[in-house]
């Protein structure tokens, strides 16, 4: 089973910056595409980030510009840099599967991340 860890979050002014990491604990990280979500107070988790097996990314509009999603397969980590924070960037941030993917990890506990403006 395979084990999900986000770290790196905590609380920055706007216009700060932060670097989410995602460690997998096994398995064939390097096949799937994964990718970043985030679930800010009361809305429900939406995706920020994704990054295909072949590292190709794509980003929501809302990130675009700011964000860099990156990977290193033989850590089975990902990264999130994530640059020019908004107080609109505050929320968990998760890693798992990209959308699409079959049988998605289990959820790990998320860090977070708060923006002050």
């Known amino acids: 089973q395979v084990q999900l860890v986000e770290s790196g979050g905590g609380s920055v002014q706007a216009g700060g910056s932060l670097r989410l990491s995602c460690v997998a604990s096994a398995g064939a990280f390097w096949i799937n595409a994964m990718a970043w979500y985030r679930q800010a107070p009361g809305k429900e988790r939406e995706l920020v980030a994704e990054?295909?097996?072949?590292?190709?990314?794509n980003y929501a509009d809302s990130v675009k510009g700011r964000f860099t999603i990156s990977r290193e397969n033989l850590k089975r980590t990902m990264y999130l840099q994530m640059n020019s924070l908004k107080p609109d960037d505050t929320g968990v941030y998760f890693c798992?599967?990209?959308?699409?993917?079959?049988?998605?990890?289990?959820w790990g506990q998320g860090t977070q991340v708060f923006v002050s403006s």
């Open positions: 798992n599967k990209a959308p699409g993917a079959p049988n998605f990890f289990d």
């Open positions: 990054i295909s097996n072949q590292r190709a990314t």
